[in-house]
């Protein structure tokens, strides 16, 4: 026969439960307004690392195509812009919300077949998200910065 004050020790109790989803709730509700503040820097963040890749993209079409055409990214309007021969289409605001191309637009970036640039000199694409700035840079030779 087992001793009475082992019978009942298994498992949490009710009030253990309640606590336990108290704390985290009362978490949850001082972490949110911390985590809001820091979506557009990360919105923003992501959104020019979409930017470099689909330069570097269009970059390597047009080495491997030998066209110029192929390599042309054009930014068309404050959220979108087209890699290549109007194949692809990318727009900030649905992928990244509140994220827009600050550079005048429309302007486009061509890579030659050789990869370099037909830039004169280096052209910052310049994005913002709620007031948080970030800008991706292609130089003359070809290559894609993120400072």
């Not at 009710?14 to 009362?26: A, D, G, Q, R, W």
Request: glycine content about 8%; cysteine-free; aromatic content about 6%.
């Amino acid at each position: 026969m087992k001793s009475p004050k082992f019978r009942d020790t298994a498992g949490f109790t009710l009030m253990e439960m309640l606590t336990v989803i108290f704390v985290i709730s009362v978490l949850a509700t001082i972490a949110m307004p911390a985590f809001t503040r820091l979506l557009p820097g990360i919105r923003v963040s992501s959104a020019a690392r979409q930017i470099a890749t689909d330069l570097q993209f269009a970059r390597m079409r047009a080495i491997s195509h030998h066209s110029a055409a192929e390599g042309t990214v054009t930014f068309d309007t404050a959220q979108t812009y087209t890699i290549g021969a109007g194949s692809v289409t990318r727009n900030l605001g649905q992928l990244y919300p509140g994220t827009t191309i600050t550079t005048p637009t429309p302007f486009s970036v061509t890579f030659n077949t050789v990869g370099t640039s037909t830039l004169g000199a280096d052209q910052p694409i310049a994005l913002s998200n709620n007031g948080n700035p970030k800008s991706v840079i292609v130089t003359p030779i070809g290559r894609i910065n993120i400072p």
